[in-house]
Each structure stands twice: as C-alpha cells, then as structure tokens.
T-cell receptor, first 111, second 112 residues
Framework: DQQVKQNSPSLSVQEGRISILNCDYT??????FLWYKKYPAEGPTFLIS?????DKNEDGRFTVFLNKSAKHLSLHIVPSQPGDSAVYFC??????????FGTGTRLQVFP | DTEVTQTPKHLVMGMTNKKSLKCEQH?????MYWYKQKAKKPPELMFV???????INESVPSRFSPECPNSSLLNLHLHALQPEDSALYLC???????????FGDGTRLSIL
C-alpha cells in the first residue's frame, strides 16, 4: 500500500526553464510534507517543507504547493540548473517521527 | 558537507559475521533514525530513537539491533545477515515530529 506516490519516474527539462515535480498521497491524516534531493552515493538532502495549514512555501528557487482537497503536492524549481539533476523524493508524516517516502522522480536538466 | 556522519561508508561481510554501523550528529537533535534503502526504491524506516529511547521499531528482524549510547550517537549492530539485507543504510536526525530529518551519506552494505 503505497501511501505516497510519484507517478513520473523521470523528467527532463532544459536549463533555465521550470521543473515541476508532482506527488500524490492517500492518507488524509498527513499534516507535514517535505521534498528531498538525492545525488548518487550521497544521502537525501532536505530541500523544503510545508505544513498542512499552508498551501504554499517558497525558498529561493524552490516552491512547494499543497492542494489538500486533491491530496497533491508539487515542487517547482525555477530557473532549473544542471546541478539540480538528481532524484527527488517527496515525503509525508502524521505529526510523528515516521516519514513515508514517495518512489522518487529522476530530474535531468540539460543545457 | 553533511552534519550527520556515518561510518563506515562501505562494508562487506559474510553471513556469519558481526559488525556495527555507526552514526553521529552534533546538531542537538533529540531524535535519530535508521533507514534502509534498496536500489531504485525509497528509504524505508527501520528504527526511531527519541531522547535516547527506542520509540519506533518497524518490525525489523532481530538480526538488526539498534543502540543509542547517548544523544549524539546511534549504532546498528548486525549479526547473521542474509544476502537480501544488502542495501544502503541511512542514518538521520531531527528535532522531532514535523521537523526536517537530516541524513548522513549512508553505509553501503554487501552481504556475501
């Protein structure tokens, strides 16, 4: 039972354009959501988070949008840079220490 | 640079060996975590320590034994592992629920 899903296994975007990564969840009790970036041979790096009381959070080039009625969140990266090429995981929790991760989306940013 | 340090980076062991993975954080976090990640899969939670006490065990086999000697250190003792236990083992720490978890770079474990 995959409670957090990323339906696009890969995404290819040109440098300078916007990257949009999507994530869907099934558990309406989730109240905290995060995005992580992972390079090969490294651990996941925290990017940005959002509480369920908000619908948008922004940090530099990264913006996370939350649509609770649709149980959907997205990560926007603008402008995309080649260094953004990595695997991106969304994650969710129910006000506990347990994080549930999505399956990941591989982003490639080409020149 | 990661603020969560894991050693060793790579470990190869036989099924009868006993070894330990180590994790250290100096961010004053009260919670520490062990995750297992198989290739092309998301990280899966194994154990959570909160204030040095085991608070979550995700039905992990007893051949994995966690230990939290103090608020900065987390160990994972391994004994009689199976080939299917080969994976990347990640440690993380955080201030608690609804706070970001910060990960180390992991230990790549191979069971022969």
């Amino acid at each position: 039972d995959q409670q957090v899903k990323q339906n696009s296994p890969s995404l290819s975007v040109q440098e300078g354009r916007i990257s949009i990564l999507n994530c869907d969840y099934t558990n309406s009790m989730f109240d905290y959501f995060l995005w992580y970036k992972k390079y090969p041979a490294e651990g996941p790096t925290f990017l940005i988070s959002i509480s369920s009381i908000k619908d948008k959070n922004e940090d530099g080039r990264f913006t996370v949008f939350l649509n609770k009625s649709a149980k959907h969140l997205s990560l926007h990266i603008v402008p995309s840079q080649p260094g953004d090429s990595a695997v991106y995981f969304c994650a969710a929790s129910e006000n506990t220490d347990k994080l549930i991760f999505g399956t990941g989306t591989r982003l490639q940013v080409f020149p | 640079d990661t603020e969560v340090t894991q050693t060793p980076k790579h470990l190869v062991m036989g099924m009868t060996n006993k070894k330990s993975l180590k994790c250290e954080q100096h961010m004053g976090h009260r919670a520490m975590y062990w995750y297992k990640q198989k290739a092309k899969k998301p990280p899966e939670l194994m154990f959570v320590y909160s204030y040095e006490k085991l608070s979550i065990n995700e039905s992990v086999p007893s051949r994995f034994s966690p230990e939290c000697p103090n608020s900065s250190l987390l160990n994972l003792h391994l004994h009689a592992l199976q080939p299917e236990d080969s994976a990347l083992y990640l440690c993380a720490s955080s201030h608690g629920p609804n706070q970001p978890q910060h990960f180390g770079d992991g230990t790549r474990l191979s069971i022969l």
